[in-house]
């Protein structure tokens, strides 16, 4: 008994009106509705299928090989990525290491000018208080 849907497909032209394992021609339906056909023989393989070939099967139905590529260049561009940070790591480094030597540069002329500033006005100091003695001691 067919149901609505495959008699409307059928109609429509969208199924065919025999069954997918008939041979063709050898299907009939007869007055009473009965049906008979012969049934296509089964070229697979007989008997259980190595484990070997169920592998295959699978990875070939499953894209494996494709997936296994993809996997690959992902790898890779992981890879080049991992590179180019450890790169970038290094060049940071250096850049702080050379900022903190900058640092210090500058700091050490920083205390040095200090340092000058100090001494010259300690000399200056020294030479007002120089002239005012001799000032008080030539009067």
Request: glycine fraction near 6%; include cysteine.
């Amino acid at each position: 008994m067919l149901t609505f849907r495959e008699f409307y497909q059928i109609c429509e032209g969208k199924k065919p009106d025999t069954p997918p394992h008939a041979v063709p021609g050898t299907y009939n339906r007869d007055s009473e509705g009965t049906i008979s056909y012969t049934l296509q023989s089964y070229g697979g393989p007989i008997g259980k299928p190595t484990k070997k070939e169920v592998n295959k099967l699978v990875v070939k139905r499953s894209g494996g090989k494709e997936v296994t590529k993809r996997l690959k260049k992902l790898v890779k561009s992981v890879n080049k990525i991992e590179e180019d940070i450890e790169q970038r790591r290094q060049e940071l480094r250096q850049r702080s290491r050379d900022q903190m030597q900058k640092f210090k540069e500058k700091s050490r002329t920083s205390v040095d000018a200090q340092r000058q500033r100090a001494a010259e006005d300690e000399e200056r100091r020294r030479l007002k208080d120089e002239i005012k003695r001799e000032l008080r001691s030539g009067n």
